[in-house]
């Protein structure tokens, strides 16, 4: 077992703080507050090749796997959990497309997203289909060359910017059977926004309502064959979990590092106030958290790989690294006291990115339903 980063590893890591501690952050504070959301940033972390980090170098990508990609979805959330998750999101279509695309769907698609050049999202729930995401409603009907797709999306990450939009959308008849994937261009004559959430945080990432009203698409742009969807989904959802686990870390490692440099700086009863038995106790909790989520993070991304099961991995990595985060950002509040409730400290925002990942691709108790269901058949642990 090596627990040293690769050189690869750490270059991705150097490359990405550098860019977001120098650009990103430069913006973060103010555009958190107006809600702005600057596509520019992901065609420069395109050029800087990190948009495309798992997906094979014949469609443009790094063709490195997830163990790297991990790294600069982790650098990025320390600085902004929103361009962390826009980074990831826009994977997310470039993954399925490597694994369940048509050729010509990988040549159109991926190379502009992985190059940074385009946004990509991922849409699958509904009003009444969250949880439960094989119940959802949007149709797909077959007319001729084309589907004509008709319903209203939900929860939609960034589609407001995004060029390729990955839908699911039922063909067939009720369940997971009956469920397709398409990929949406933007601009598709019927493909509309409907209302942009107004949210407790992460407010440079927009979360959208999709209005689909006789969108044709071309039967060209259905991914695998009908009644693929919701595998299609499942296998997309595991991955990415990963990254929303590493998502996690990056938010935590910021509150930490924010709470250690406090404890040392702030003076109470004469001395540091992390001379104080409570407040080490606090940091060490918080720092041994850290450090198991990042273990069970980084087994996932090995275990995804080196092409073996990761389901479960991937679930139990995204509970455990984003309710960490939670902890973790929570405490880290606390410890900074009056201060850590003000904005005049980026611990409030932690605060806040660190509750939607124990929503965002599943909520923590979905994960613990897939966990639970492999342990009910294990024997042995
Ligand atoms: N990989 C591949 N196939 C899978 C799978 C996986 N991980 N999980 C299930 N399947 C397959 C099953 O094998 C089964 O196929 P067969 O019948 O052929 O065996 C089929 O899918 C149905 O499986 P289940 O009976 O397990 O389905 P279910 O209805 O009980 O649902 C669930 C399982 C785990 C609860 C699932 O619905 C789920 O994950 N729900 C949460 C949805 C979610 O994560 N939403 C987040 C959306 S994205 C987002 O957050 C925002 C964004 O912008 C990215």
Redesign the pocket.
Same mark, same amino acid.
């Not at 969250?130 to 094989?134: M, T």
């Given at each position: 077992m090596n627990f040293e980063a690769t050189p690869m590893q750490q270059e991705l890591r150097e490359l990405t703080r550098k860019f977001a501690r120098k650009t990103i952050a430069a913006t973060v504070e103010q555009d958190e507050h107006d809600g702005t959301f600057r596509p520019e940033y992901i065609r420069e972390l395109g050029s800087l090749g990190l948009t495309g980090i798992p997906v094979p170098e014949a469609y443009g990508g790094a063709g490195l796997g997830y163990q790297h990609y991990i790294v600069t979805i982790e650098e990025l959330a320390r600085v902004s959990a929103a361009y962390a998750i826009s980074v990831a999101?826009t994977g +997310?279509p470039q993954v399925i497309l490597s694994s369940f695309g048509s050729e010509e769907q990988k040549q159109k698609y991926i190379p502009k997203l992985a190059a940074g050049e385009g946004v990509g *999202?991922?849409s +699958? &729930?509904e009003a009444s289909s969250?949880?439960? *995401? *094989?119940s959802l409603r949007t149709t797909a009907r077959r007319d001729g060359d084309h589907y004509v797709v008709n319903g209203t999306k939900l929860? $939609? $990450?960034q589609a407001d910017s995004s060029d390729v939009i990955l839908l699911m959308a039922r063909t067939g008849g009720p369940g997971?059977?009956g469920i397709s994937t398409f990929i949406l261009e933007k601009g598709t004559p019927g493909l509309s926004m409907g209302k942009r959430e107004k949210k407790m945080g992460m407010h440079i990432s927009h979360t959208m309502e999709l209005v689909l009203n006789d969108v044709r698409v071309p039967a060209a742009n259905l991914v695998g064959n009908e009644g693929d969807g919701? $595998?299609i989904a #499942? &296998?997309a959802?595991?991955s990415?979990r990963i990254t929303i686990a590493a998502v996690g870390l990056g938010v935590a490692s910021a509150a930490l590092e924010v709470a250690a440099n406090h404890s040392r700086e702030r003076q109470q009863f004469g001395k540091p106030i992390g001379e104080q038995q409570g407040i080490q106790f606090m940091l060490a909790d918080m720092a041994v958290k850290l450090d198991a989520a990042r273990l069970l993070v980084q087994r996932a991304a090995w275990l995804k790989d080196n092409d073996q099961p990761f &389901?479960t991995a991937a679930a139990k990595a995204k509970l455990y690294a984003t309710d960490m985060a939670m902890s973790v950002t929570t405490d880290a509040v606390q410890l900074l006291g009056g201060s850590g409730y003000t904005q005049d400290f980026p611990v409030e925002r932690y605060m806040r990115e660190a509750k939607v990942l124990q929503i965002?691709?599943?909520t923590n108790q979905?994960q613990r #339903?897939?966990i639970g269901r492999e342990v009910h058949q294990t024997r042995e642990f």
């Open positions: 999101v +997310l *999202a991922f +699958l &729930s969250g949880s439960d *995401a *094989a929860w $939609t $990450t997971p059977k919701f $595998t #499942m &296998s959802l595991d990415g &389901s965002v691709e599943g979905i #339903m897939v």
